[in-house]
T-cell receptor, first 119, second 114 residues
Framework: AQKITQTQPGMFVQEKEAVTLDCTYD???????LFWYKQPSSGEMIFLIY??????QNATEGRYSLNFQKARKSANLVISASQLGDSAMYFC????????????????FGTGTRLQVTL | DSGVTQTPKHLITATGQRVTLRCSPR?????VYWYQQSLDQGLQFLIQ???????AKGNILERFSAQQFPDLHSELNLSSLELGDSALYFC?????????????FGDGTRLSIL
């Protein structure tokens, strides 16, 4: 079974500053993907960034980067130069390839971190 | 815009009723996933269909059922509704069942049971 832990229920950051949202995971499956999603107050789920378990380099997508430390089983999201529009709920999620089927079905989500960007 | 379309956006109904939520996946995506987001349970996987066939089941109640049609759109049927079924229901899609592919989500259907 897979488990995602996000220990920060809420975070504040000033505009233009960088912020790190923590995520740790647990799985016994050797091949998996880690994802971050953003959920604004309007409710939609927006895919931000992906990191594969065998990727040697940390993923980056614009102002988003993923600090992947496999030995620590952590996949923290770093948002640089925060903007007011970054205020939202952020979810870390995992998708693992199951050894018995060879397929990777569901996403397992953490409980989320609510980020508030202030002036 | 994720390319995944869900209808309706909002649904208000009473206990004991039945509703159908509809989802059109992104063009070319074969897999459709349904998730439920509630305050007490968080985001929970319900069920997956791949190219018309059920592929995986999660915490889906027996009162709930789903199907994927030949044109790949999917419907989630919720029956004998209870107050606790009030939630945001998401549909997501991806091309394959790969751990390296993100699932792209629709905007959700917000279901309120009165």
């Amino acid at each position: 079974a897979q488990k995602i832990t996000q220990t920060q229920p809420g975070m504040f950051v000033q505009e233009k500053e960088a912020v790190t949202l923590d995520c740790t995971y647990d799985t016994s499956d050797p091949s998996y993907g880690l994802f971050w999603y953003k959920q604004p107050s309007s409710g939609e789920m927006i895919f931000l960034i992906y990191q594969g378990s065998y990727d040697q380099q940390n993923a980056t997508e614009g102002r988003y980067s993923l600090n992947f430390q496999k030995a620590r089983k952590s996949a923290n999201l770093v948002i640089s130069a925060s903007q007011l529009g970054d205020s939202a709920m952020y979810f870390c999620a995992m998708r693992a390839r199951l050894l018995n089927t060879g397929t990777a079905s569901k996403l397992t989500f953490g409980t989320g971190t609510r980020l508030q960007v202030t002036l | 815009d994720s390319g995944v379309t869900q209808t309706p956006k909002h649904l208000i109904t009473a206990t004991g009723q039945r509703v159908t939520l509809r989802c059109s996946p992104r063009s070319g995506d074969l897999s459709v996933y349904w998730y439920q987001q509630s305050l007490d349970q968080g985001l929970q996987f319900l069920i997956q269909y791949y190219n018309g066939e059920e592929r995986a089941k999660g915490n889906i109640l027996e009162r709930f059922s789903a199907q994927q049609f030949p044109d790949l759109h999917s419907e989630l049927n919720l029956s004998s509704l209870e107050l606790g079924d009030s939630a945001l229901y998401f549909c997501a899609s991806s091309f394959q069942d790969s751990e390296g592919q993100p699932q792209h989500f629709g905007d959700g259907t917000r279901l309120s049971i009165l």
